[in-house]
């Protein structure tokens, strides 16, 4: 396998940029640095070998840095490129791990200077828990990914990115725009999210109903152990495709509940073969 001979800075050494920092490590023959307000992270991103270099300021690393990769919550990615502007080496690819694309990229391309190119894309992986510690360059492996390219993309740049991408472990790659990224997400993200939350929060049994789960409450609820501030941001920067998806979903559950109450037997069945026939046909 090839490596990659370039600089690379990761903004953001939690999760998921400490797991790029350490997948990275294995395919890169270029200076990897770490970025981050967390002095601790950076030292323990050091002592692990997964970095050459922490900065708290990011002026050093970005001057020297060909491809940058902002880890941060959505929010806070439009500031740092707006605070950094100046600080980016000239004709620096850029990338994000966002879940919402459309509101983001707007603003983003908006301020941003010519010569930068920035490729959104949106690793579909990821842990419950949050934080260095629990990175691994397994979270990638075997997963999804999402490129939103515009029409400033070069075409290189986004295949140099694809090449990266597959070089750590995702499988499939796919090209939408940034407002179909947004509504199929809310239906198979963020939508999913909600449910698990729900589900927990709608437990009224006195019982350490641990003690009586099997794997299907255990799947359906494992991602409800939430990242709540990441998740709010994402909940409410998408929140019309969401809300359309949930209301679809509250018009399902009602559907069921009736049959359920009317005893309607061929209603269930029909919903449910149907539910494990779509099931079946997805990739």
């Known amino acids: 396998m090839d490596k990659i001979d370039f600089n690379i800075s990761i903004v953001g050494m939690g999760l998921i940029g400490g797991s790029y920092a350490m997948s990275l490590r294995e395919v890169s023959l270029g200076k990897i640095y770490g970025i981050d307000i967390d002095e601790k992270a950076l030292e323990d991103a050091e002592m692990m070998g997964i970095i050459d270099k922490g900065y708290v300021s990011p002026e050093i690393p970005l001057k020297d840095s060909d491809l940058v990769i902002i880890c941060l919550y959505p929010k806070s990615v439009k500031k740092f490129v707006m605070d950094n502007i100046d600080n980016f080496k000239t004709g620096a690819i850029i990338t994000d791990v966002t879940g919402v694309k459309t509101k983001i990229l707007d603003e983003i391309n908006y301020g941003l200077r010519e010569d930068l190119d920035f490729i959104f894309g949106h690793p579909m992986a990821g842990r419950e828990e949050k934080g260095l510690k629990f990175s691994s360059k397994e979270v990638f492996k075997g997963a999804n990914y999402i490129i939103t390219p515009t029409s400033r993309n070069k075409r290189e740049n986004i295949k140099l990115v694809e090449g990266i991408i597959k070089k ?116």
């Open 168 to 283: 750590i472990g995702f499988k499939n790659i796919m090209t939408v725009t940034p407002e179909e990224h947004d509504k199929i997400i809310s239906f198979t993200s963020q939508l999913p999210h909600v449910i698990a939350v729900s589900l927990v929060n709608s437990n009224n049994l006195d019982f350490d109903i641990g003690l009586f789960t099997g794997d299907s409450y255990r799947e359906l609820t494992r991602i409800a152990q939430i990242n709540s501030q990441l998740w709010t941001e994402l909940f409410i920067e998408n929140k019309i495709n969401l809300i359309k998806n949930m209301e679809i979903f509250e018009e399902n559950i009602k559907k069921f509940k009736e049959a359920i109450i009317k005893e309607d037997r061929e209603i269930l069945i029909k919903s449910m073969d149907n539910a494990r026939k779509r099931r079946k046909e997805m990739s």
